[in-house]
């Protein structure tokens, strides 16, 4: 080894000892007669001292050091006179005697500390420099971690982790694929995974019983900040089990990674319906770390002679605890915010329940006090509150309130990156339907079973059918979702049949799969979780790429090593594809 000690360990108790050291200058700077160097690795920093008195000519040559020269060094450890307790090694220094310079650099396109000059962009095409920066770092340790603490979890219990092939026929889990020419069979193509889906789903068939792998799925779908086209899953399968025996078992997940990686239970994690989670907040992901359920106000506001509610499918009241004494102008902003088009709202009607009792309303010339005071109670708004209304049709409604309930959240300092709430939601619908290719889509996907109960319903009512799928969400991210499967050749078929494919194309594109439900398929059902997302949040981090080393940016670039590129004619000649 060139070194004995890293740059993060060394400590008072080690005063004295002879030591060497590797790593990288961060920075230098003199002092009178003395020069401070910065040393970094992985570990931590130590301070490297050079003594123009006793030394003066390593001192010289200590300050021909540039930044991110990678150096070796000899010394001893002493106790530093002005000490920084914010670092583990800030007590210490290191007396150099010997130094050898092992690479030099140029200078870096941007200063490699906590906090950078270097904007996103020249980061992203510097990442490995990026990464040397212990706050990028943190992320990356923290993501092995959790990976580490998900394989402990799941080894426990008898997964097994098997690897299914990143080659393979398109799944169709919504998403477009990302398809590889293939060579050896001109003019046909692989497509990549975007899950293992049915490869697990085979293990099971298999015997496997109990599946697990954190893989990397890969889906060709406009980029958002959460998003990245390839991205990792802990994707599990287990055979003889029911929906409680997952959400066991995978609440059981997610509480020990946050008791070995938080430090702390995250404590109950209830359960709610899909059509409760959209009636009282709008969303399939709701964050419950605050309150201001959604109250339908249809029944109190409707035939008062206010055309606005009259006409709508749904009036939805909020109460924001404490905003009474909201400004005219916080007021204009927030209407401002649900009026913009992603949002859709037409305007927004507020009541100011006053601290002196009195109700002050956008909508005074149709509503009295009296009114007033019945959407107070019917919201659960006390004095000093103030209640916000949406009203339209039902879901632009209830979407448009989600936001607003959000907005009103983070403004209130009621979303703490802090505080962590998992939430599972139940029984969602099993299909939906698209307006613009007018047929029903797999909400989940295809594999998906109906609740038993709904399923007389499948050809009278599609839409309202149940389906046995669960997800589980954290502060309002949806980090993990699955279900039960059908494993039941018929019953698949029969699914096909209502998404639109004719018995030929169901067999072509998953023929195998139907093949393997004739020779004794468990009852099975599984879960993946978004593995940059769970990191991300554990992180408090908004964004996934800031836990995924080598990420790709909003255009899907590598901006690092430039792809995706043009490749060669020669290339395209031997797999057979011409480019106009
Ligand atoms: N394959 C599904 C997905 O990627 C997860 C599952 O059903 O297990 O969303």
New binding site residues.
């Given amino acids: 080894m060139l070194r004995t000690h890293t740059c993060g360990e060394l400590k008072l108790a080690d005063q004295g000892k002879e030591v060497i050291l590797c790593g990288w200058v961060q920075r230098s700077r003199d002092l009178g007669g003395m020069t401070f160097i910065d040393l970094r690795d992985r570990y931590g920093i130590t301070q490297l001292v050079f003594n123009a008195d006793s030394d003066p000519s390593l001192r010289e040559d200590a300050r021909k050091l540039g930044r991110e020269f990678v150096i070796q060094i000899t010394g001893k450890v002493a106790e530093r006179s002005s000490k920084n307790l914010k670092i583990p090694t800030g007590e210490i220094e290191i007396i150099v005697s010997k130094i050898k310079l092992l690479n030099a650099a140029v200078t870096p396109p941007f200063t490699i500390e906590e906090q950078t000059d270097g904007g996103d962009d020249l980061r992203m095409k510097y990442r490995y420099l990026d990464l040397r920066r212990s706050s990028v770092r943190n992320n990356i340790e923290l993501r092995h971690r959790i990976a580490i603490e998900t394989r402990n979890y799941l080894d426990k219990l008898n997964f097994l982790d098997v690897e299914t092939p990143v080659l393979i026929k398109s799944t169709p889990?919504g998403a477009r694929d990302f398809v590889v020419p293939s060579r050896m069979n001109q003019h046909q193509f692989y497509a990549l995974p975007q899950?293992p889906?049915t490869f697990k789903q085979l293990l099971m068939v298999a015997g496997i019983d109990r599946y697990y792998q954190i893989v990397k799925c890969f889906r060709d779908e406009d980029l958002r900040a959460d998003r990245q086209p390839e991205f990792t899953?802990i994707?599990c399968e287990m055979s003889f089990i029911e929906q409680e025996d997952i959400l066991k078992t995978f609440e059981g997940l997610i509480r020990h990674l946050f008791n070995v990686v938080k430090g702390f239970d995250p404590g109950e994690m209830p359960r709610m319906s899909y059509a409760d989670a959209m009636k009282y907040y709008g969303s399939d992901k709701p964050d419950i770390r605050f309150g201001m359920k959604f109250t339908e106000l249809d029944d109190i506001v409707k035939n008062k002679g206010f055309k606005v509610f009259d006409d709508a499918g749904i009036v939805i009241g909020i109460c924001a605890e404490g905003c009474a004494e909201y400004t005219r102008k916080q007021l204009d902003e927030l209407t401002e915010f649900v009026k913009r088009p992603q949002i859709g709202a037409n305007g927004l009607v507020y009541v100011k329940y006053n601290s002196d009792g009195t109700l002050k309303s956008s909508v005074d010339k149709f509503y009295d006090a009296a009114e007033l005071k019945k959407w107070a109670d019917a919201t659960g708004a006390k004095e000093g509150d103030l209640i916000l209304v949406l009203a339209g049709e039902k879901n632009k409604t209830r979407k448009a309130m989600n936001e607003l309930r959000l907005e009103m959240g983070t403004r209130c300092g009621l979303r703490d990156k802090s505080v962590y709430k998992c939430l599972w939601v139940l029984d969602f619908p099993l299909l939906e339907y698209s307006e613009e290719a007018k047929r029903w889509f797999a909400m989940?996907?295809p594999f998906t079973s109906p609740l038993p109960e709904d399923f007389e319903l499948i050809d009278k009512d599609p839409g309202a059918v149940r389906a046995n799928a669960y997800d589980m969400v954290i502060n309002g991210v949806e980090v993990g979702?699955?279900?039960i499967r059908i494993h039941d050749k018929g019953m698949q078929q029969k699914m096909f049949s209502v998404l639109g494919f004719s018995n030929e194309e169901a067999n072509s594109q998953f023929g195998f799969l139907l093949n393997a439900f004739e020779y004794g398929a468990p009852p099975h059902g599984?879960?993946?979780f978004g593995f940059d997302r769970l990191c991300s949040l554990f992180g408090g981090s908004e964004s996934i790429r800031d836990f995924i080393a080598f990420p790709k940016n909003n255009s899907g670039r590598d901006v690092m090593i430039d792809a995706p590129s043009e490749i060669h004619d020669e290339q395209l000649k031997e797999l057979g594809i011409g480019l106009k």
Wanted: proline share 0%.
């Fill in positions: 889990e899950s889906q899953q994707d989940h996907h979702g699955g279900s599984g879960i993946a």
